[in-house]
């Protein structure tokens, strides 16, 4: 299985200051024929399924804030929050979907300092 | 409004069978692979299993092959997931979700919970 590992654990930012997580998968999750990165970014709040937020390791979803930004290649990614909000106060998951099972990272809680 | 609702969830014993449905509405169901998630609270979600548009084309992660089958009734808008031989491990919220055809997961239902447990 393809191996995909957040980090942090956990981050602590002020509100207005920039948040920033990263994924790194054990395989390179751009395919070749369409240059596209499987890779996907969801936030979850407490009581709530996961919301997709990103796609194609850059495209956002639409309703989701432009604050809001993915980006990286191959194996290394990265969720950029660059303001935080009270609202941003979640869970957030990685998942490829480069490859049956489409596995998900273990989570960044993101937290208000 | 896309909407998703999961249920035959429960608490059953280990070795038993269950099975759920995610009622869909609100767009074109047949046009979308669909997908099951299971979920333990305050961990990563673990992705089970996808059908495909026809229902003809299934997959699974391998901690549930043999075990599980996936299906869909297009006319009813309806996909299932027949959970037999349940194990303590099976237990979670499983959330149905849709692919958005990227693809990845663009809406979820609200989860039903299984409870494998003696």
């Known amino acids: 299985d393809i191996v995909v590992t957040q980090s942090p654990d956990s981050l602590a930012v002020s509100l207005g200051e920039r948040a920033t997580i990263t994924c790194k998968s054990s395989q390179s999750l751009l395919y070749s024929t369409n240059n596209k990165n499987y890779l996907a970014w969801y936030q979850q709040k407490p009581g709530q399924p996961p919301k997709l937020l990103i796609y194609w390791a850059s495209t956002r979803e639409s309703g989701v804030p432009d604050r809001l930004s993915g980006s990286g290649s191959g194996t290394d990614f990265t969720l950029t929050i660059s303001s935080l909000q009270a609202e941003d106060v979640a869970v957030y998951y990685c998942?490829?979907?480069?490859?049956?099972?489409?596995?998900f990272g273990r989570g960044t809680k993101l937290e208000i300092k | 409004e896309v909407q998703l609702v999961e249920s035959g969830g429960g608490l059953v014993q280990p070795g038993g069978s269950l099975r759920l449905s995610c009622a869909a509405s609100?767009?074109?169901?047949?046009?979308?692979?669909m997908h099951w998630v299971r979920q333990v609270p305050g961990s990563r979600p673990v992705w089970v299993s996808r059908?495909?548009?026809?229902?003809?084309?299934?997959n699974y992660t391998d901690s549930v092959k043999g075990r599980f089958t996936v299906s869909r009734d297009n006319a009813r808008n309806t996909v299932y997931l027949q959970m037999n031989s349940l194990r303590v491990e099976d237990t979670g919220i499983y959330y149905c979700?849709?692919?958005?055809?990227?693809?990845?997961?663009?809406?979820w239902g609200q989860g039903t919970l299984v409870i494998v447990s003696s």
């Open positions: 609100g767009f074109t169901f047949s046009s979308h692979w």
């Open positions: 979700a849709r692919d958005g055809g990227e693809p990845s997961l663009d809406y």
């Open positions: 998942q490829q979907y480069y490859r049956i099972p489409h596995t």
């Open positions: 059908v495909n548009k026809e229902g003809t084309i299934s």
